[in-house]
């Protein structure tokens, strides 16, 4: 890997079928990859282009604390970003050139190593950075997973912040988003995987929020049936999602 990619958005849920089936069977996500860590499981849905979402879910133990925290304090809804690097240790030097200062940082597995930025410091939601060596797991797409819909792409991930000029440094200077365009009041960035991030400002949230995914479908709108079911589903995952 050469450059930053912006990889996945990862949403927390008790109830990993209303993630399968909107994600999936609606909006036309296939099967990535996936598999359990201590304390959770995870799972990863691709579209045709753009980030992947990834459903999380507590599997008990003292290692599921941090996410059963998360559901108990706010219910289902966007956990974190996650950014694929070539080398951490750079782009923890970035991160620390912003006056942010990591949590989390584990080094020590060659296959995997990470870190995270706190929403206070990363502008209202958790920022994973990992480096990757090695291809991903590889297991079965679970029992639940429906065939997949209409192919979609996950046109773009709109964040509204307080701070927008600071957020825009550390999107554009330290995750290495190019900025597409920008003024005022909103900047947009992109990643080569298609990804593309719009940041908003606003002072409704004390940090800022993840305020809509914006989905887009080559075979047009979707029936009434499934807007209607797309928006129960939604509203169940704690995500705002337009296409």
Partial sequence: MERTVFDHVAIGTQ????GWELFGGILGGTWGYGGDSPGYWWGQLEFESGPKIELLTPTGGPDAAFLERFLAGRGAGPHHFNFLVPDI???????????????????ENPRWKEAFLHPK??????????????????????????EPGEPATLAVVEHHVADLAGATSLFAQVLEGTITSGNSTVTELTWPNGARLRLVQSTRHPLGRLEHLHFAREAGSLSPTDLGRLGDLAGRLGVSVRV
């Fill in 15 to 18: 109830v990993l079928a209303d």
């Fill in 121 to 146: 410091t990363a502008h209202g939601i958790v920022i994973q950075v990992a480096q990757q060596s090695g291809p991903p797991p590889q297991p079965p797409p679970p029992a639940g997973l429906p």
């Fill in 89 to 107: 240790e750079a782009t923890l030097t970035r991160v620390r050139s912003l006056g942010i200062e990591p949590v989390g940082v584990n080094l």
